[in-house]
């Protein structure tokens, strides 16, 4: 893995699941970290193999190596925990994984809202600077490149899509969408798009006859009319409280051990301290003996 280049996270990230766990939020850092900036060509087994930007080689026990790396053995998370935690992001679309019986492919979903484009940067680092100027003119320079990380994206979104019909001009429309001067799209909004008009779809019980092909959803930027229901959806997701879960988490086994259980197992972003200190509180404010739920 490579220690040269930047990755950009946006500030929103504070609001999705991810932000909840420091395992989830390391795993995270450290899938961004390891894709590729520019796609890859490595020998594997002897067989030489590539991989687009955005993409990297790996499998479960090399990837909970990484992650372990530096941190004491009786508190390392096995690899089936960590591949666990990677499906849980391809779950939620932030990533897709092509597996074989040997490795794993796995690809950054809207990988290019994670490459820096902020024109300024500290002056500490002057080096890394003239790297990123560099990179911004090959790019500008170079115009396949521009078209195959637009293409590649689309093709990401055009998998999620549930009637694919009409690819060429979906794909056109998209590039007017994506590279236009003002407010130009995003991947994310019309991904996040899409995931509505699907879920709506899938609850109305819809026949593909009465789907909008791709090439209309895409010509009419019909993304637009269901982000906001996705903003919505997930603005109207409880948030985890973890002192409700506590209490909610022992009411159903009426037992201090077992949260902490929980909380370990589980990788739940609660202090045990605080958990016992809860519990106990709890118990005390009912009059009963903490010690006998231990």
């Given at each position: ?37 520019g796609g890859n060509k490595f020998l594997f087994n002897g067989n030489e193999m590539s991989v687009s930007s955005g993409e990297f080689v790996t499998g479960s026990v090399a990837l909970a190596s990484e992650f372990n790396d530096g941190v004491p053995r ?142 209309t959803f895409f010509s009419q930027e019909a993304w637009q009319d269901y982000t906001a229901i996705a903003e919505q959806q997930e603005a109207a997701k409880p948030k985890f409280d973890p002192d409700q879960w506590v209490l909610d988490t022992f009411s ?43």
């Amino acid at each position: 893995m490579s220690d040269q280049g930047w990755i950009k996270v946006y500030r929103k990230i504070t609001h999705s699941f991810v932000w909840t766990n420091p395992n989830l939020l390391k795993l995270w850092m450290l899938l961004l970290i390891k894709a590729s900036h520019g796609g890859n060509k490595f020998l594997f087994n002897g067989n030489e193999m590539s991989v687009s930007s955005g993409e990297f080689v790996t499998g479960s026990v090399a990837l909970a190596s990484e992650f372990n790396d530096g941190v004491p053995r009786d508190k390392a998370v096995t690899s089936r925990t960590v591949w666990r935690w990677v499906k849980k992001f391809e779950n939620a679309e932030m990533l897709s994984i092509k597996s074989t019986s040997q490795y794993s492919v796995i690809s950054i979903i809207n990988w290019n809202n994670y490459q820096s484009d902020d024109k300024r940067v500290s002056s500490e680092c002057q080096a890394p600077v003239k790297r990123v100027s560099t990179i911004k003119n090959v790019k500008n320079k170079d115009n396949t490149i521009t078209s195959k990380q637009l293409a590649d994206d689309f093709d990401k979104l055009w998998k999620l899509y549930p009637r694919k019909e009409g690819k060429k001009p979906a794909f056109a429309a998209y590039k007017r969408a994506m590279t236009r001067k003002v407010n130009p799209a995003t991947n994310k909004q019309i991904q996040n798009g899409i995931v509505a008009y699907s879920k709506e779809l899938q609850a109305a019980g819809t026949e593909m006859q009465f789907i909008k092909q791709g090439s209309t959803f895409f010509s009419q930027e019909a993304w637009q009319d269901y982000t906001a229901i996705a903003e919505q959806q997930e603005a109207a997701k409880p948030k985890f409280d973890p002192d409700q879960w506590v209490l909610d988490t022992f009411s159903v086994y009426g037992s201090i051990s077992q949260v902490l259980r929980e909380i370990q197992d589980n990788n739940v972003p609660v202090d045990p301290e605080r958990a016992k200190r809860l519990i106990t509180e709890h118990l005390s404010s009912l009059g009963r003996d903490a010690a006998s739920y231990s």
